[in-house]
């Protein structure tokens, strides 16, 4: 009797990964480090949801939760914050993100300064240990440049890596709609969840089309696993083409994202399988560099960005605790402090459209030269970024169309396209709340662009920043997330966006380039750079 897919699913045992393949992974077969979960910020209850609420969605695909933290370290440092100053009213959760943040910025700086447990606090990674990416501790390259060469099409493996005997390989296909489905539906039970499986990202599946096919995307990079006897999906992992500008080198790439492993097959190593596949079907269309971000810490980031969230519905926030009213004030006060303007405030502001697009690209491309790593944007993929998103009528509100997932502006002034932006939805699924609200619809700030002058750069992008949130509000999104990347930090505290807990990682596979800026958090929100340029869905 065929068994069922939840039989194969809860009795599938931790996959022995093959070895030496094409020379390019040799990982060790043991089991995964477990990660240690993040402190909680206090004993009672209240205090826990206050933290919770702190950290909500920042920490969803931003924790930075798998770094431990011995407990006589914290010990210590309190001891010496208490002699230093007795008032003090710091506490021990404080001190853990704060040395958390410090051991990022550590790895970031090459530096090993990671404790008398060292790597073991960050896990042995038998698998990443394996692959050309830059090694904990190994410090900052003096060059830039690949860790291994690209080798001809006829020399990368052939044959798909074996998966244990239950499960098959499928290469999902996008344009067709029950398998697009299907992959929303695996996600949208198993994807990404805040530390206290509060929220969990529910990408739709009009945004997974829109962000896995842009022109030149390749079938067979959409990497799916099922089950034989069911065909249930289980697993899947994606690449797109990506021209990144990383230092001035420009790099043939791929954007690798929505990982995801059934939450009955977890620790079962079928991640370092799916991400060996991807990256196997990425070689033989002779690219061999990639850009993904997580919100664990793996071997090594090239750079961290803090996410930052924009109040638009207070009450509901607070409804669905990913933020609460301080003591020292009430819900109707925090309302009226960040009350918004009824219209949009620039001359000349109106949705891009089709012909806006070489404009657009003209202005994007000089803009973007501010920052250290960009996207190349073709034509077309500027067209398919901005505009295919756009959703179809009739309108479910006064500002957002049916299936849209990303709202384009520009400004338009006598004639010529001098400011553009642009935000896309990412909704989270509200796990066990009890006040109805199944969804916390969430903005998040995309690319934008000005010709402004330098001198006139922070009060421009305020001003579009101001729309944009205007435009958010008006769409009935309930807060609008942005990270501390491009000129971000510039307007994010003007615009009374709350420092979120979360941290954003960046990495870069088979290609080595001295740390890039994007957010010290040792600095308590100053020191941001103008590392980044790239956003990642
Ligand atoms: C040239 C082309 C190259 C293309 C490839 C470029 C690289 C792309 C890399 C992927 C970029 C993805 C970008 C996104 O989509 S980030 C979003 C990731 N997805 C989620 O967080 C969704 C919820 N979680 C899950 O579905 C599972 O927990 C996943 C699938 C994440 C891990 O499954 P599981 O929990 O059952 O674990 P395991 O026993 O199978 O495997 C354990 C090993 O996997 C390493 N691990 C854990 N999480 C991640 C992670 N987010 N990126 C990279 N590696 C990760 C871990 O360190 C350990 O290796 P090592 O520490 O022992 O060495």
Same mark, same amino acid.
């Given at each position: ?9 809860? #009795? ?16 060790? =077969?043991?089991?995964?480090?477990a ?118 099409r ?11 005997k ?40 009009s ?28 697993? +899947? ?24 492993? =059934? ?39 090239v ?28 819900l ?38 501010? +920052?250290?790593?960009i ?8 067209e ?40 896309y939805?990412l909704? #989270?699924?509200?796990?066990g ?21 330098e ?14 949130l ?6 009935? +999104? ?40 994007? =957010? ?18």
């Amino acid at each position: 009797m065929a068994s069922s897919s939840k039989d194969v699913i809860d #009795s599938t045992e931790p996959y022995e990964e093959e070895e030496g393949h094409s020379g390019e992974d040799e990982e060790e =077969h043991e089991q995964p480090t477990a990660s240690s979960s993040s402190a909680p910020a206090s004993s009672s209850k209240k205090k826990k949801k206050k933290s919770k609420a702190r950290a909500a969605l920042s920490k969803m695909k931003a924790g930075i939760s798998s770094v431990a933290i011995p407990q006589e370290m914290v010990d210590a440092v309190m001891e010496k914050v208490k002699e230093e100053d007795p008032q003090s009213q710091v506490d021990q959760a404080e001190i853990i993100k704060q040395m958390k943040a410090m051991q990022i910025m550590d790895i970031l700086a090459g530096k090993k300064a990671l404790g008398a447990r060292g790597k073991k606090d960050l896990g042995e990674h038998k698998f990443w240990s394996t692959q050309p990416v830059p090694q904990i501790g190994e410090g900052p390259p003096a060059e830039s440049g690949p860790i291994e060469p690209s080798v001809p099409r006829d020399q990368v493996r052939q044959e798909a890596y074996a998966l244990p005997k239950d499960f098959e390989w499928v290469t999902v296909d996008m344009s067709n709609e029950v398998q697009c489905k299907e992959v929303y539906e695996l996600l949208s039970a198993n994807y990404v969840e805040d530390d206290d499986a509060s929220f969990r990202f529910a990408y739709t599946a009009s945004f997974l089309r829109w962000a896995l096919m842009p022109p030149g995307y390749f079938a067979s990079w959409h990497v799916g696993v099922r089950v034989k006897s069911s065909q249930k999906l289980v697993g +899947f992992i994606s690449g797109v083409p990506v021209k990144l500008s990383i230092r001035n080198q420009v790099v043939d790439a791929t954007e690798i994202n929505f990982l995801c492993v =059934h939450k009955k097959l977890r620790s079962k190593r079928l991640a370092p399988v799916l991400i060996k596949e991807v990256t196997r079907r990425v070689h033989l269309e002779g690219v061999f560099q990639a850009i993904y971000t997580a919100g664990v810490v793996l071997p090594t980031p090239v750079s961290t960005c803090r996410y930052y969230h924009r109040t638009l519905n207070l009450p509901k926030l607070v409804d669905v605790g990913f933020t609460s009213v301080p003591r020292s004030s009430t819900l109707a006060r925090i309302v009226r402090q960040t009350k918004l303007p009824d219209k949009t405030t620039l001359p000349g502001l109106r949705e891009m459209e089709a012909k806006d697009i070489p404009e657009v690209e003209t202005l994007m491309n000089e803009y973007m030269k501010r +920052f250290d790593m960009i996207p190349v944007f073709s034509r077309e993929e500027i067209e398919h970024t901005f505009l295919s998103g756009k959703g179809t009528e009739p309108m479910i509100n006064e500002a957002r169309r049916t299936d849209q997932v990303v709202w384009a502006y520009v400004v338009e002034t006598d004639g010529k396209i001098t400011d553009f932006f642009s935000f896309y939805t990412l909704p #989270s699924s509200v796990i066990g709340n009890t006040k109805g609200h199944k969804m916390l619809e969430a903005a998040y700030l995309f690319y934008y662009a000005t010709d402004a002058p330098e001198a006139n750069m922070k009060k421009r992008l305020y001003e579009l920043i101001g729309d944009a949130l205007i435009i958010a509000k008006d769409a009935k +999104f309930d807060v609008f997330n942005a990270l501390t990347l491009m000129d971000n930090w510039s307007f994010l505290e003007d615009h009374k966006f709350g420092k979120g807990d979360g941290l954003l990682n960046f990495y870069l596979y088979n290609w080595r380039t001295p740390p890039l800026e994007g =957010h010290n958090p040792l600095d308590g929100g100053k020191g941001v750079g103008r590392g980044i340029g790239v956003v990642m869905l």
